[in-house]
């Protein structure tokens, strides 16, 4: 994921993008979301790899993991 997305506060105001580009991760996810496929974004972003946008769903799926502490039960 980490040589194909970049956090750089010149472009996209910071936002993370697909590296060399100015396609922010965030588009790329909620394409996916509202039903287009890889293969249409392929076609309408010809500059981007297959790799790209699975590395944007790698790094959207990073910030949304939590991590659960167990609790020790409370005995009344």
Do not use: F, W
């Not at 394409?31 to 699975?54: C, K, Q, W």
């Not at 910030?63 to 020790?72: K, Q, R, T, W």
């Amino acid at each position: 994921m980490r040589e194909r997305i970049s956090i750089d506060p010149g472009i996209c105001h910071g936002q993370a993008c697909i590296k060399g580009t100015r396609i922010p991760v965030y588009q790329i996810v909620q394409m996916l979301a509202n039903g287009d496929t890889i293969d249409e974004l392929l076609e309408e972003y010809p500059s981007l790899e297959r790799e790209d946008i699975l590395a944007c769903l790698d790094y959207s799926a990073s910030l949304v993991e939590e991590y659960v502490s167990p609790i020790d039960e409370i005995k009344v």
